[in-house]
């Protein structure tokens, strides 16, 4: 079975810092992985995915994220952060060519002022 | 463009009532799902669907129920509301099962 651990429920980071999101996953077949924003009373927004390829995906608003076969990792990172990325952020897998798509607990971003 | 658009967005009912939270999209996706958010335990799936006609459970489906008669509409029912029901609940399309997510604005469900 599939599983998603996202290793930090709170970061806060200051202003123009750079920042990490930690995800890792379970499975022992292909995958398909994503990122997902939720502000507050709204809904998620995707941030980007990986699907194959080459494995760091860019995504909206600066955001990166690396995947890591052999550590069965997709971090999210991004340079500088911003006061507006102060949100949640759910990682989430599936596998490929599955139809259920698995979600971590999330992460909630403070960017400090 | 809607997009995904749930109603209610806010709904409280008394224990043992039974409601419809609405789901449509005008995306023409094949693929739609219900998810419930709870604090520190992210998105849980309750009922997904990969075509009109064609639907199956998720890890939390008990307690609900879903069909899907058109493409455009995946509505969910609570049979007979519990506390532990207490939720926001996304509804969400996607084309293809590589494809992200386009989820609905929430709607907040309290049971009492």
């Known amino acids: 079975a599939q599983s998603v651990t996202q290793l930090d429920s709170q970061v806060p980071v200051f202003e123009e810092a750079p920042v990490e999101l930690r995800c890792n996953y379970s499975?022992?077949?292909?995958?398909?992985l994503f990122w997902y924003v939720q502000y507050p009373n709204q809904g998620l927004q995707l941030l980007l995915k990986y699907l194959s390829g080459s494995t760091l995906v860019k995504g909206i608003n600066g955001f990166e994220a690396e995947f890591n076969k052999s550590q069965t990792s997709f971090h999210l990172r991004k340079p500088s952060v911003h006061i507006s990325d102060t949100a949640e952020y759910f990682c989430?897998?599936?596998?490929?060519?599955?139809?259920?798509?698995?979600f971590g607990t999330g992460t909630r971003l403070t960017v400090i002022p | 463009n809607a997009g995904v658009t749930q109603t209610p967005k806010f709904q409280v009912l008394k224990t043992g009532q039974s409601m419809t939270l609405q789901c449509a999209q005008d995306?023409?996706?094949?693929?739609m799902s219900w998810y419930r958010q709870d604090p520190g335990m992210g998105l849980r799936l309750i009922h997904y669907s990969v075509g009109a006609g064609i639907t199956d459970q998720g890890e939390v489906p008990n307690g609900y129920n879903v069909s899907r008669s058109t493409t455009e509409d995946f509505p969910l029912r609570l049979l007979s509301a519990a506390p532990s029901q207490t939720s926001v609940y996304f509804c969400?399309?996607?084309?293809?099962?590589?494809?992200?997510?386009?989820f609905g604005s929430g709607t907040r469900l309290t049971v009492v």
């Open positions: 499975s022992s077949v292909s995958v398909y």
């Open positions: 989430a897998v599936s596998e490929t060519g599955a139809n259920n798509l698995f």
């Open positions: 969400a399309s996607r084309i293809r099962a590589s494809g992200g997510y386009t």
């Open positions: 995306m023409n996706h094949e693929y």
